[in-house]
Each structure stands twice: as structure tokens, then as C-alpha cells.
């Protein structure tokens, strides 16, 4: 959806008093890692809301050599999870200007990131916005980048 029908959307949940869990991320090469860390990210509030780095974004990120699979597409596969509300691609190299206008209740993030190693810009904004941050534990070896080294091998 377009950020601006997202926040359209994020004040209806505002308004019924539900909570509104926030997380972002390449999501390249859809995985079983990926589904469940999104479907706990699900379940710490009402609705989950992903915004996912645009191709340029990505290559910004990880390497001219990715994304494998395009925005459009990457965006399709979350949104079509049973545990995702709403999938909004961004173009920056982060996401703090969304950040500060959803105001999430709650923003997620994976267990290979902690509280010093997430972008320290978009902590001050979700700290000012009164979000509460969480670490949901990292599934160990499903990650887009051990899928490319098995692919790599043969």
C-alpha cells in the first residue's frame, strides 16, 4: 500500500485503541526464517505493518549483486503471509521519516540486532514516539545470505 493510505490506516488503529507492531527490512529470498520471525512480530500487538527497502535501497545495503528477487515481488510474498497487514516500500537508506510519521506502537526487529546495533536514528525516533523496541530471536542458519552460499557451492 502507499505510505499515505498506511497512515490513513495506522490512525483507524489508533483510534480503536489496538497496537500497531512496525518492522522493516530487505525480506530478499523469502524464507522459513522470515516467516517466523514476522509471525512473532505478529503477535506482539494487533497489526503488523512492514516496510521494505526498494530495490535501490537494497543495493545501498547489501551490494550491487542484490536484491535477487524485486520490490514488487518481495512485497507480494509478505503480504500475501497470514501474519502481515500491510507491506509499504521505502527508498531510503532508512526508515526514520516513516518512522516518526506511523509512530508505531511497537517496532521489531531480529535477534541478530540488539539495541546499540539497530540504526541509531531510528532509535531516537521510536524512543521519542514512546514505541517499545524489541529483539525477537534469529532462527540460526536460515538467512538470505546462507541460502546465496549453499546456491554458490552447487
Known amino acids: 500500500m502507499s505510505f499515505e493510505k498506511a497512515l490513513a490506516w495506522r490512525n483507524k488503529i489508533l ?13 530478499d529470498l523469502l524464507h522459513r526464517g522470515h516467516a517466523e520471525y514476522l509471525s512473532n512480530a505478529r503477535r506482539c500487538g494487533d497489526a503488523l505493518l512492514i516496510l521494505v527497502n526498494s530495490d535501490s535501497s537494497v543495493r545501498k545495503v547489501k551490494g550491487r ?20 497487514d500491510a507491506v509499504v516500500i521505502f527508498g531510503a537508506s532508512n526508515c526514520v521519516g516513516l518512522l516518526r510519521k506511523i509512530r508505531p506502537d511497537i517496532y521489531v526487529k531480529g535477534g541478530d ?10 532509535r531516537g525516533v521510536l524512543e521519542a514516539v514512546g514505541a517499545k523496541i524489541r529483539f525477537i530471536k534469529f532462527v540460526p542458519g536460515l538467512s538470505t545470505t546462507e541460502i546465496l552460499k549453499k546456491i554458490s557451492r552447487g
Not at 15 to 27: A, E, I, P
Open 15 to 27: 483510534r480503536s485503541g489496538r497496537k500497531l507492531v512496525v518492522t522493516n527490512g530487505c525480506f
Open 65 to 84: 549483486n542484490r536484491p535477487i528477487v524485486d520490490e514488487k515481488d518481495r512485497s507480494f510474498l509478505l503480504a500475501s503471509l497470514s501474519c502481515v
Open 113 to 122: 540486532y540488539d539495541i546499540d546495533s539497530i540504526v541509531q536514528e531510528e
